[in-house]
Nanobody, 120 residues
């Protein structure tokens, strides 16, 4: 059993910052590949950022230069620092962790989501 606990969402004015955190508990997951997704009203859930093992973090083009993802392996936690927030960043943000079974990725775990609202 894996649980993802998210925190840090809220209401902020355009240009402001928020820091999201996601802590994973359990053993059948990998912190490599963990990341954040978001879903705005009427839109499909999209990737925001993921951590990787042998390369640079992956970011959606829309957040490059503004968002920074980081991982604290000892605490099984990933963070998403969001700066220069825009109204179009408004969405429910979901933490994601790869599900590992027999050493292979076999699906995903999802957090409950945290609301990020950026006012004009």
């Amino acid at each position: 059993q894996v649980q993802l606990v998210e925190s840090g969402g809220g209401l902020v004015q355009a240009g402001g910052s928020l820091r999201l955190s996601c802590t994973a508990s359990g053993s059948s997951f990998s912190i490599n590949g963990m990341g954040w997704y978001r879903q705005a009203p009427g839109k499909q859930r999209e990737l925001v950022a993921t951590v990787t093992t042998g390369g640079s973090p992956n970011y959606a083009d829309s957040v490059k230069g503004r968002f920074t993802i980081s991982a604290d392996n000892a605490k099984n936690t990933v963070h998403l620092q969001m700066n220069s927030l825009k109204p179009e960043d408004t969405a429910v943000y979901y933490c994601n962790a790869p599900r590992i079974r027999f050493g292979l990725r076999a699906g995903d775990y999802w957090g409950q989501g945290t609301q990020v609202t950026v006012s004009t």
